[in-house]
């Protein structure tokens, strides 16, 4: 059975993706043909991900580690980026059997009203396998604390994509029916609430209402997120020191992520639309209306015009940041791909506005940059352990330094399920068990109560 789901793992999302939509595309009533190419375009959408995520990687990457090594901005946390921390998930006894284990769940808790989602996501259940590694290492090696820790967050991850759901789909209307149940967008939905009614409260805040179009407006072609990431890809240059011809690559190359992921985006669109309106068909024909949400990843709506502006300009705060914050370690290079991840759940609180979406994100990724400081040894541990099994080069963190991430290592969820287990042991798992139960009941009693009101207004 493990071997089954690593080879399914190895496949990849650009492979399993098309795979698993053409089933379900299958057993929901459309025909093949339409299963198979709306399967095709959601993998085609994720091979174009990964073209624009390797022209970032590979192109800003040398820049960066100048840029680090000119100022000597000498942190002891080595930035590894997400395919180390999905290859320390993946890569352990509990990753190995994470699908099903979570799979198994989800099915419970929806049977019993306790959740609305369907994660289909299968890719980024590393998220659940990645805090279930590292509560796997720092227990000693306890699959009993490595799957509890991993079953934790994926059950707390259901419970908040229901609550977020219909504030995303109201803000992104061509999604109805979806939920976004990844728990590193779900993490920033605090930072959300907390900051952004902080903000609403300083008097004339409400007059720096500016949205994308409205910054285009204000700037005219300086406001394009095309021109903004010229500008910034050329200040990347500068700061490296390079030659002229570089710094003017450097530029079109980072004006062309902005331009491409917008047109990327758009194949998940085509490709998933069928398939979400097929969903939402059926659930009204066989569950007389109950809904039901399909989980999908946050990468159908990263092209938003304000999330593309917004991780833009995060990018160079991100680096200064990381130096000037007293205590952190941890210099953001490879992950920074990673930024437009931060602000799928953040925009419908928001509601796209760029300047209240900015501090959010500024608050958000400062406090995360300690969150990966902190749990850096346990990362290193893990990556190490792995490393030594597998031979993976993705786990092979650099002589003298510790291993961090962005990516999931940054959220508020992950952080507090690893302090819990690391520091608080049993005494933590009754507070994450006891925190679990009640969001399980209260969006329960919310669910039945919602169901209830559908019932009695369909039979008026």
Wanted: glycine share 10%; aromatic share 12%; proline share 5%.
């Amino acid at each position: 059975m493990e071997q089954v789901f690593s080879y399914i793992i190895s496949l990849g999302a650009s492979v399993m993706m098309p795979i698993l939509f053409t089933i379900i595309g299958v057993c929901i009533g459309l025909k093949f043909g339409r299963s198979l190419k709306s399967g095709l375009y959601v993998g085609v959408g994720f091979v174009g991900l990964g073209i624009v995520t390797a022209l970032l990687t590979n192109n800003f990457g040398d820049p960066l580690s100048e840029i680090s090594n000119l100022y000597h901005l000498q942190l002891k946390v080595f930035d590894m980026g997400w395919p180390a921390a999905a290859a320390v998930a993946y890569n352990t006894a509990v990753g190995a059997l994470i699908i099903p284990i979570c799979l198994g769940v989800n099915f419970l808790l929806l049977i019993t009203k306790c959740t609305r989602t369907v994660n289909i996501d299968l890719w980024n259940y590393w998220h659940f396998a990645f805090i279930g590694a590292v509560a796997y290492f720092v227990m000693d090696q306890s699959l009993a604390w490595g799957y509890f820790a991993a079953i934790v967050c994926y059950i707390i991850t259901l419970c908040m994509a229901d609550m977020t759901a219909n504030k995303f789909q109201t803000y992104y209307p061509e999604w109805e029916g979806i939920s976004i149940p990844q728990p590193f967008c779900q993490s920033f939905v605090p930072f959300a609430l907390v900051v952004g009614k902080a903000l609403d409260k300083i008097p004339g805040f409400d007059r720096l209402n500016i949205d994308a179009e409205g910054l285009k407006k204000k700037f005219g072609v300086l406001g394009e997120p095309l021109v903004l990431g010229v500008i910034v890809g050329m200040l990347i240059g500068v700061l490296a020191q390079l030659d002229v011809k570089k710094v003017l690559f450097l530029g079109v190359t980072m004006g062309a992520v902005m331009e491409l992921i917008p047109r990327i985006t758009s194949l998940f669109i085509e490709g998933l639309k069928p398939i979400a309106e097929k969903t939402q068909e059926v659930v009204k024909r066989k569950f007389n209306g109950k809904k039901v949400y399909i989980g999908m990843s946050p990468a159908v709506v990263i092209g938003h015009p304000t999330t593309l502006v917004v991780s833009l300009l995060l990018i160079p705060v991100a680096l200064g940041l990381a130096v000037i914050l007293p205590g952190n370690q941890f210099l953001p290079l490879a992950s920074l791909a990673g930024m437009f991840y931060l602000f799928p759940l953040v925009l419908p609180f928001t509601k796209g506005n760029v300047v209240k979406t900015f501090i959010i994100g500024l608050v958000a990724l400062a406090i995360g940059l300690y969150f990966v400081t902190d749990m850096a040894p346990a990362f290193t541990q893990a990556a190490h352990a792995v490393f030594e099994q597998t031979a993976d080069k993705a786990a092979d963190i650099p002589s003298g330094f510790e291993g961090g991430a962005l990516d999931f290592a940054s959220s508020l969820l992950g952080w507090c399920i690893y302090k819990c287990v690391n520091n608080l042991q049993y005494v933590g798992a009754g507070v994450m068990t006891i925190i679990t139960i009640a969001m399980v009941v209260i969006n329960r009693r919310r669910i039945v109560r919602e169901d209830k009101a559908n019932k009695e207004q369909n039979n008026q």
